[in-house]
């Protein structure tokens, strides 16, 4: 139970017998956490409602996906409507108009020729999803060498066994056996010595990409089938791509038949100012994985964009031919497609994306000005993203962003912690005020911090 003292602190009454034991949560210290929980209750717009009654500004957007802020009305609506009218449909051998729908209006703004949808339920599954069609396309193709798959030191494509073997964050990958065979991983590109405090992309690094190179040169074109980056890498602490890298990975694979798969499950709708970071950076992909700001995390759905190319080559066979043995019960399921559907159609009328991309120069200076404040060690933006780096404390990596978390939950502030960096990505929907008020918190916070 909720410890006494922080009960009496409550103002919603029907929480007073939660029993914070069975639940075993995700990707958290459960005993720390149930010993002083951080509950949240309700929210709207830019703001979360604690359990105790205070507003926490939401400076990560949830987990990087409540892109057109919280509690929006349309999607609420919509959801519900769904519900009453259609609670779920098959998608394997029946049909029924949402995902055709989302599939239609996502090609919108999805790069060329990237125009064709296959849903999942998560990014994880997204990723997994994505690994399977890279394969099976060079299968078909008559390439069924190629299965080799490379990923990048610090990477982090979810929790299924594809993408843990193809992601790079070791607590993720030490504790679950032997993963997929023939994996390779790149060198990820954060460097302090180089980069510490770069405003927008670093100009040191793109010569990572060249090991690319280096692993074709060890195990030959002919085995590897695809790499898989997250052009912005977002969970593993905010790792901005140097000017030119991407576009070199994007050389590279060409040069070889290889398969470049963005995971944009964070950097998809918006964040970093274009619809994906694919158009950001100018670099089309093969494949994009999303999710998160997909349905504006209302309900969960994921998602694999690939080329034309790519659908097409599995369309080659016998008309009455099941073309891809893959998908899930809940691939495209109805009320994911009212979610995406209204979320998408927000996003379009009050041009969010846009709106991210004008807010990032202002974004940048105020996240810049907390340079300087104790054991802040590097500060890095890009769109309406930031990472603040903090030393270790002691030399143990941990304690001291989780006490910055903690610190900044009391003093109203969301934040997301990984190690010692602090993540932000607020709502696009963010007003200078809030920015404002983001980085007075964290000033206090960072000041006050052991
Ligand atoms: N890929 C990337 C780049 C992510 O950031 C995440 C989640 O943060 C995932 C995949 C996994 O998504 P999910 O937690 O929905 O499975």
């Known amino acids: 139970l909720i410890p006494p003292t922080r009960l009496r602190a409550m103002t919603l009454p029907t929480f007073v017998d939660l029993n914070l034991d069975p639940f075993w949560m995700p990707f958290t210290a459960n005993r720390q956490f149930k010993q002083s929980p951080r509950l949240l209750v309700s929210a709207a717009g830019m703001y979360y409602r604690s359990i105790d009654g205070r507003e926490i500004l939401d400076g990560t957007a949830g987990l990087w996906c409540v892109n057109a802020g919280h509690c929006r009305p349309e999607i609420i609506s919509a959801i519900a409507q769904q519900a009453a009218t259609l ?17 239609d209006r996502l090609r919108r703004i999805t790069p060329d020729p990237l125009n064709h949808v296959f849903f999942a339920n998560s990014g994880s599954e997204a990723v ?25 030191e610090r990477g982090y494509h979810g929790v299924g066994f594809g993408g843990i073997s193809v992601g790079g964050i070791a607590p993720n990958r030490k504790f679950f056996g032997s993963l997929l065979a023939g994996v390779d991983h790149l060198p990820h590109t954060h460097n302090l010595e180089h980069n510490a405090f770069s405003k927008g992309q670093p100009t040191w690094g793109a010569h990572l990409a060249d090991e690319l190179e280096r692993l074709v040169a060890l195990h030959d074109a002919s085995t590897i089938a695809a790499v898989i980056v997250e052009p ?69 759905m994921g998602a694999v964009i690939v080329r034309d190319e790519i659908y097409e080559t599995f369309m080659q066979g016998p008309a009455g ?24 159609e927000i996003y379009e009328k009050e041009a969010l994306f846009e709106r991210a991309a004008s807010l990032a120069p202002y974004w940048q200076e105020a996240i810049h000005s907390l340079r300087g404040l104790p054991h802040v060690i590097d500060i890095r933006n890009l769109g309406l993203v930031a990472g603040i780096e903090l030393a270790p404390r002691e030399g143990q990596g941990g304690p001291r962003g989780y006490d910055a978390l903690c610190r900044a939950f009391e003093a109203g502030l969301l934040i997301r912690v990984t190690g010692d960096i602090i993540a932000l990505s607020p709502p696009l929907i963010v007003e200078r005020s809030h920015i404002d008020q983001m980085v007075d918190i964290l000033s206090r916070v960072l000041q006050e911090l052991p």
């Not at 999803?129 to 396309?137: C, F, H, M, Q, W």
């Not at 791509?241 to 994007?250: A, D, F, H, S, V």
């Not at 691939?331 to 009212?338: D, I, M, N, Q, V």
């Open 87 to 103: 609670d779920f449909a098959p998608t394997f051998q029946m049909g029924h108009p949402g995902p055709f729908q989302v599939a």
């Open 232 to 300: 912005l890498a977002g969970s593993t602490g905010v790792l901005i791509p140097p000017q030119g890298y991407l576009e070199r990975l994007r050389a590279i694979c060409d040069r070889y038949g290889i398969l470049l798969i963005f995971d944009e499950v964070i950097t998809g709708f918006g964040r970093l100012g274009a619809p994906f970071a694919s158009q950001y950076f100018g670099v089309t992909p093969d494949l994009i994985t999303v999710a998160k700001g997909l349905t504006n995390a209302a309900v969960p």
């Open 321 to 344: 031919q099941i073309e891809f043995f893959h998908g899930y019960t809940y691939s495209g399921h109805p009320l994911a497609c009212a979610a995406a559907l209204a979320t998408l």
């Open 128 to 152: 997994d999803t994505a690994l399977k069609i890279a394969l099976a396309y060079h299968r078909l193709r008559g390439e069924g060498t190629r299965q080799r798959l490379i990923g990048r």
